[in-house]
Nanobody, 115 residues
Framework: QVRLVESGGGLVQAGGSLRLSCPAS????????MGWYRQAPGKQRELVAR???????TYVDSVKGRFTISRDNAKNTVYLQMNGLKPEDTAVYYC?????????WGKGTLVTVSS
């Protein structure tokens, strides 16, 4: 099992910044990619950003240039730096870890951006 616990969410005004953190614990060897997903009310969960063990990153178009995903392999932690936040970024943000064939999820942290 891999345990993921997100932190860093909260309420912020439009244009502000937040940094999400997600340390992984448990059976963490062979974790490949880690990522951040989000789910807004009434919408499907979507990929926000993903980073492989080699450092290759992927972003959804709506956050490119504003969000940065990073990974500290020594601390088994993935981060999401979110700048220039917009009201449409409001959602529950979930961390995930891929350890094939399993995918593990955290319980999420709420990000609310006020206009």
């Amino acid at each position: 099992q891999v345990r993921l616990v997100e932190s860093g969410g909260g309420l912020v005004q439009a244009g502000g910044s937040l940094r999400l953190s997600c340390p992984a614990s448990g059976i963490i060897f062979s974790i490949n990619a880690m990522g951040w997903y989000r789910q807004a009310p009434g919408k499907q969960r979507e990929l926000v950003a993903r980073i492989t063990s080699g450092g290759t990153t992927t972003y959804v178009d709506s956050v490119k240039g504003r969000f940065t995903i990073s990974r500290d392999n020594a601390k088994n932690t993935v981060y999401l730096q979110m700048n220039g936040l917009k009201p449409e970024d409001t959602a529950v943000y979930y961390c995930n870890a891929e350890r094939p064939p399993m995918v593990y999820w955290g319980k999420g942290t709420l990000v609310t951006v006020s206009s």
